[in-house]
């Protein structure tokens, strides 16, 4: 069991940065690949970025590549996502979640655990 809580999350203007975190509980995180999901109203829960267990593969997004950054603290049981030059269409609720699979994974359906969510406001 897995038990996961994200921060960070607030109001920001266009162009501006937000660092979220994701803290994990529970034995074996280290061995999870981890992603974040994000759901604006009335639209789907869509992919945003994941990495592996070791840290060592990463996949992001079309719509943030070259904008945000994921990346793991496994000393720290924690994972983080590092959001720059945000677009008021980044504006949703990101949820971090844990794979069992280990290795960088792009659906819901391939993650195990959820957090409950941070909610990302950006104005334009």
């Known amino acids: 069991q897995v038990q996961l809580v994200e921060s960070g999350g607030g109001l920001v203007q266009a162009g501006g940065s937000l660092r979220l975190s994701c803290s994990a509980s529970g034995r074996a995180f280290s061995y999870y690949a981890m992603g974040w999901f994000r759901q604006a109203p009335g639209k789907e829960r869509e992919f945003v970025a994941t990495i592996s267990w070791s840290g060592g593969s990463t996949n992001y997004a079309d719509y943030v590549k070259g904008r945000f950054t994921t990346s793991r603290d496994t000393a720290k049981n924690t994972i983080y996502l590092k959001m720059n030059s945000l677009k008021p269409e980044d504006t949703a609720t990101y949820y971090c979640?844990?794979?069992?699979?280990?290795?960088?994974?792009?659906?819901?359906?391939?993650?195990?655990?959820w957090g409950q969510g941070t909610q990302v406001t950006v104005s334009s």
């Open positions: 979640a844990a794979s069992r699979k280990g290795v960088v994974a792009t659906t819901p359906s391939e993650y195990n655990y």
